[in-house]
């Protein structure tokens, strides 16, 4: 996330109507097949239409050796590399298959990790261009004969960061996106005391499956058994939530991703007759109508968030981000719609005043200093436009950085 965990529930319902208004959901997901519809080799990157089960052709073909990676801190191209376990085939992005992608529409990267190597790349999806994050992943170069470390679930969350997990859920890892890739292994999940013996760690009914992210602080892990567990971050308690029904007797749950009407669709790397599209109150599957059977799939990601916060409602929004008493200063536009609002200053003394902007990591985006000369005094404020969508803090600091005004304010 960066997002401070301890804000989460004040932001989170906030932005999920910031993105309503939007209307950024991804009607696509990205999918790891094999070149062959049948096939079991995880190395070849598609995408399916979320409306109508339709898959593209290969975006990328990860076996090609020849194709070299690029090094995630210096963007300069590698050189080739022969590894003891798996020669030339290190060098291919997919190499050893994956079987665990995250889509960070922000900076417009696939994250992923292969199976059987402990490493972070991503796809930058505009050029298609393949990274690696020096170092171990995991922590564990070694993989387990009982796959039991092996991270086949992975998500980018509503805070913004990646969340990875391992087959059997004692690595919870995070990795920051942007610039600077930073990597931290969160620990082992702990069982609610209501799960009753369904264990997250337990490899009959929880290894394998996908991941994705709801927007009030939870990770759900659908496994591969079709087994749904909800995950907080901060506590990294797994509840179980039950298991999908519907589903062909011999279907597993491989890729998981939110539809635009918050619906899950799942997919299989073993039963292909149909995608399903799961109701995340009640866990009941329905196959979804297409024209032509799905590619058998090991993997799904897209940016969509599940909405399991109750959204807050437009008007309460802009009510809720007024401060009171805050007829001495005004901010307006809100929501700002162009990257600029204006600070109207109606009952300060003159003197100079610095405006701070900070986004919901509490960064800094944006800082001026104005002149106050008397009542009615505006000052024009611009965000920057690469800065995200969302909710900002704005801070008014008089000459003895004493905040004389705080309040919230939304841009579209």
Known sequence: MTKNLRIVPLLMGTFCIANLALSQSDRFAYAVTDVNKDGANW?????????????????????????????????????????????????????????????????????????????????????MKVYFVAGN????????????????????????????LTNDGNHLLRFTTGKKTEISDLGSLVDAAENKGISIHNSCSSFGGDMI???????????????????????????????ITGLPANFTTNGAAVDENNRILVSSAVDASALYSVDPRTLVAVAMQTTTAPWHTADLANSNILESRKPVAPAELLTSILSPGSDKIQLFPNPVTTNTFNIQFNGVDGGNYTVQV???????????????????????????????????????????????????IVVQ
């Open 43 to 127: 190395s070849f990157l598609r995408k399916v239409d979320l409306q109508t089960g339709t898959y593209s052709d290969v975006l990328l073909n990860g076996t090609d050796v020849s194709r070299l990676a690029y090094d995630a801190s210096t963007k300069q191209q590698m050189t080739p590399m022969t590894d003891a376990r798996f020669g030339n085939l290190a060098n291919a992005a997919f190499g050893t298959g994956v079987a665990a992608v995250a889509y960070d529409k922000r900076h417009e990267r696939l994250y992923y990790t292969p199976m059987f190597i402990d490493q972070l790349r991503f796809i930058d999806v505009r050029s």
């Open 137 to 164: 992943f995991a922590s564990q170069p070694n993989k387990a004969a009982d796959q039991s470390n092996i991270v086949t679930r992975m998500v980018i969350a509503d805070d913004g960061n990646g969340y990875a």
């Open 213 to 243: 992210a709801d927007n009030d602080g939870n990770l759900l892990v659908f496994s591969a058994r079709n087994n749904v567990f909800k995950v907080n971050i901060e506590s990294k308690v797994a509840t179980h939530l039950g298991t």
């Open 358 to 408: 900070t986004d919901s990591k509490g960064q800094l985006v944006t800082q001026r200093t104005t002149s106050v000369n008397g009542k009615g005094s505006v000052s024009n404020i611009n965000i920057p436009t690469p800065s995200a969508k969302g909710i900002y803090i704005v801070k008014v600091n008089d000459n003895n950085s004493k905040t004389v005004y705080s309040s919230k």
